[in-house]
């Protein structure tokens, strides 16, 4: 079992940034790949990027590639999820998420989630 917790959420103007990070417990985090998952108020929770267990692949969404980045340190049981160039349509409670397959754009396909973050990003 793999129990998560983000932080590092906040507040941004549009342009700035902001790093997230999610620590994982356990002695099998490098089993796991890691999503990065954000929701909307009164929208569904949509996929915003992953990690393979290695770290050695990312994967992104449209919406934020090229602005998002996604790293994570196995010896430190950590996944980081670096923005940049914020837009306000980036506000939501980012999560992150963790599953012992292939990634997927699917949440209901990640068995395990941090509590999420908030990030509000102003014009």
């Known amino acids: 079992q793999v129990q998560l917790v983000e932080s590092g959420g906040g507040s941004a103007q549009a342009g700035g940034s902001l790093r997230l990070s999610c620590a994982a417990s356990?002695?099998?985090?490098?089993?796991?790949?890691m999503g990065w998952f954000r929701q909307a108020p009164g929208k569904e929770r949509e996929f915003v990027g992953a990690s393979s267990r290695n770290g050695g692949s990312t994967y992104y969404a449209e919406s934020v590639k090229g602005r998002f980045t996604i790293s994570r340190d196995n010896a430190k049981n950590t996944v980081t999820l670096q923005m940049n160039s914020l837009k306000p349509e980036d506000t939501a409670v980012y999560y992150c998420?963790?599953?012992?397959?292939?990634?997927?754009?699917?949440?209901?396909?990640?068995?395990?989630w941090g509590q999420g973050t908030q990030v509000t990003v102003s014009s």
């Open positions: 356990g002695r099998t985090f490098s089993g796991y790949t």
């Open positions: 998420a963790a599953r012992l397959l292939f990634y997927t754009t699917d949440p209901g396909s990640y068995q395990y």
